[in-house]
């Protein structure tokens, strides 16, 4: 298929912290698979970031560590647009505009507003309630068909495809309405190792909760040793089992083996023997990613040009969608 032929396709993360293997798992693994298929852009979201306090000199920190690790991961740079969101101011430009087609109703009531609202009550700000339609101008300015996030995420996706949907009936045809692409099966969500009924968080208290993607071999193992595990002593994937099941989705992304391979890889062997052998895949998986984002994170120039000119493309297909939507709401535009 050419260039032109291929659909858009748009994803960010947060640089609001270590990233988790949750995070890998459940949408940077996806972006390295799905970047030939599609016209992919990712960005690392820092406006979003702030809606939950940051401080300033881990923010900028974490913006240039998240680039190197997307790439570090395999997001190749030529092949994909790589970019800081706030490097592309269109991006709150849009925001501007599609606020006054929401209704604070719609917000109010997202999960992820109400969580973030209980565990930040010192700090619920305005942004935090409109990060939904932040994430709606993202993928919307790059026209995206598809959208790879986590389960979490479903909702806000449907907030998009909705304001997209109200956007088009009220002006006429200006944007794509997206479709989120969310793996099936647990992969999707990766649960805590503490507590496996709750989504693995990189703001979780509890730093055993999750294993992040610079772990070391010893501290990723220790981790999965100590995940909470189910009664019994058999290694089987099931829904009264959330602690195995999310042990073997886990193992199973690393290592490429299906639930029913590694069901039988560890017939007769007990919960013990398993947690090892899961802690040692991602160990043997996350070692090279680390070694590549250690010496990217020496390139600071390099990861300087990728970032400048992923915005720079980034910010001429935003702006043609931009100047679409000023001039269908009766923006003078001057010339
Ligand atoms: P926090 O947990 O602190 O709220 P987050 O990790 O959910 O942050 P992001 O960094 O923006 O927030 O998430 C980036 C991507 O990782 C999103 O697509 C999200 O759906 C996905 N993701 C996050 N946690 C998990 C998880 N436990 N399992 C699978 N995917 C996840
Ligand atoms: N809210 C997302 C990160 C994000 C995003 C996006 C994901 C910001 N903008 C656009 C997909 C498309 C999260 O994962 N917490």
Redesign the pocket.
């Known amino acids: 298929m050419g260039e032109t032929e291929k659909k858009a396709l748009f994803?960010a993360?947060?640089p609001?912290?270590a990233v988790?293997i949750?995070?890998y798992?459940?949408?940077i693994k996806n972006f390295v698979a799905l970047q030939d298929e599609f016209n992919c852009i990712y960005a690392v979201?820092d406006l979003h970031s702030i809606t939950v306090r940051q401080e300033a000199a881990a923010l900028r920190k974490n913006t240039l560590e998240l680039m190197a690790l997307f790439i570090a991961c395999g997001i190749d740079p030529e092949k994909c647009v790589l970019f800081v969101q706030s490097h592309v101011p269109a991006h709150c430009e849009l925001t501007w505009v599609l606020n006054t087609i929401t209704y604070p109703g719609e917000l109010s009531r997202m999960t992820q507003f109400k969580d973030k609202s209980a565990k930040h009550a010192d700090n619920v700000n305005m942004g935090l309630m409109d990060y939904p339609v932040l994430m709606a101008s993202d993928i919307l300015l790059y026209q995206a068909a598809a959208v790879p996030?986590?389960?979490?995420?479903k909702q806000h996706l449907e907030l998009t495809r909705d304001l997209a949907v109200r956007f088009n009936n009220r002006y006429g045809q200006t944007f794509t309405v997206p479709e989120p692409y969310i793996m099936k099966g647990s992969g999707?969500?990766?649960m805590s190792l503490a507590d496996p009924s709750r989504?693995?968080?990189?703001?979780d208290e509890n730093p055993n909760a999750f294993i992040t993607m610079s772990d070391d071999r010893d501290t990723i193992i220790r981790k999965c040793k100590r995940a909470v595990t189910d009664s019994g002593n058999e290694v089987r994937s099931a829904e009264d089992k959330p602690g195995v099941s999310n042990l073997i989705a886990i193992y199973g992304a690393f290592t490429g083996k299906t639930a029913e391979e590694t069901e039988r890889e560890f017939s007769g062997k007990g919960y013990g023997d398993f947690k090892v052998a899961v802690g040692e895949a991602v160990a043997d998986a996350l070692a090279p990613v680390q070694a590549e984002k250690a010496r990217l994170l020496k390139e600071k120039d390099y990861l300087n040009g990728i970032m400048k000119r992923g915005a720079e493309t980034a910010a001429r297909i935003a702006r043609r969608t931009l100047s679409k939507v000023y001039r269908k709401v009766g923006f003078y535009s001057g010339d």
Do not use: E, F, P
């Not at 989504?199 to 703001?203: A, D, F, I, P, R």
């Open positions: 994803s993360v947060q609001s912290g988790t949750g995070n798992i459940g949408a979201a996030v986590g389960a979490d995420q999707a969500k990766i989504k693995m968080s990189k703001s």
